[in-house]
């Protein structure tokens, strides 16, 4: 029997670490299941941040009728500055502005980043807007203007045609709402001189009734 009895001891001695043991990958899983709860908070960041993200945008320009502007990014210019810690960068940016239904004007910005200076140059595009007259969806009679170096010349095109234009004389006839056109820029390739010019151009542009005003005719009597 003292034998017996030496032996319940030792069962449970032997007993004893296998629980330890057991009792061990709880604690290890509760301390992942902490460590998951930090990963639940930084979820709850990750849903602040999408939250940040979700913010409404803010609302697109508009001309004093209202109407919805598009902004075209013509030219960025970086400009480098040597320092005695090295060099520093700038930007400016050339950007043109229309309605899509005969307005359009242009506007120049600098700053330190890409995203201001092109904010900068849409605000002084939109406060620039001039009126175009236009023939339907393409330009009343042939036209050419000079600005600078500079040169442009514009000519209608029949429905179809599409915008036969390449750099700023594209962008510029996109924003103000010409889908077909032939042009040629033949003087200058600098990127702001090109723009005037082809806005001038536009500017330039007059209507038959505008023309029969002038004379002090009638429509009818001008046909």
């Known amino acids: 029997m003292a034998k017996n009895e030496d032996s319940k001891p030792a069962a449970d001695a032997a007993a004893k670490p296998a629980d330890d043991k057991a009792a061990t990958p709880a ?3 509760d301390s992942n299941s902490q460590n998951r709860g930090g990963g639940q908070n930084r979820g709850g960041g990750g849903a602040n941040r999408g939250g940040f993200g979700g913010r409404q945008r803010e609302a697109a320009p508009t001309d004093s009728e209202g109407n919805e502007l598009t902004e075209k990014v013509v030219f960025i210019n970086r400009c480098s500055k040597v320092v005695k810690g090295g060099r520093r960068f700038s930007f400016s940016a050339l950007v043109v502005s229309g309605n899509e239904k005969g307005s359009v004007g242009v506007g ?5 980043e ?4 092109i904010k900068k140059a849409s605000g002084v595009a939109s406060k620039s807007l001039e009126k175009v007259k236009l023939n339907g969806t393409t330009i009343p009679h042939e036209v050419y203007a000079e600005f600078g170096g500079g040169k442009v010349l514009l ?18 006839c996109e924003a103000v709402g010409i889908h077909d056109v032939l ?9 702001a001189n090109v723009v005037k010019a082809t806005i001038k151009a536009l500017t330039m542009l ?3 009734d505008d023309i029969n005003a002038l004379r002090g005719k009638k429509k009818e ?3």
């Open 27 to 29: 604690k290890t899983g």
């Open 108 to 112: 120049f910005g600098k700053a330190n």
């Open 114 to 117: 890409v995203a201001e200076c």
């Open 155 to 172: 000519k209608p095109a029949s429905p179809g045609t599409g915008v036969i234009a390449g750099g700023g004389v594209r962008a510029v």
């Open 183 to 191: 042009a040629k820029s033949i003087g200058s390739n600098n990127h």
């Open 206 to 208: 007059r209507s038959q």
């Open 221 to 223: 009597k001008a046909i």
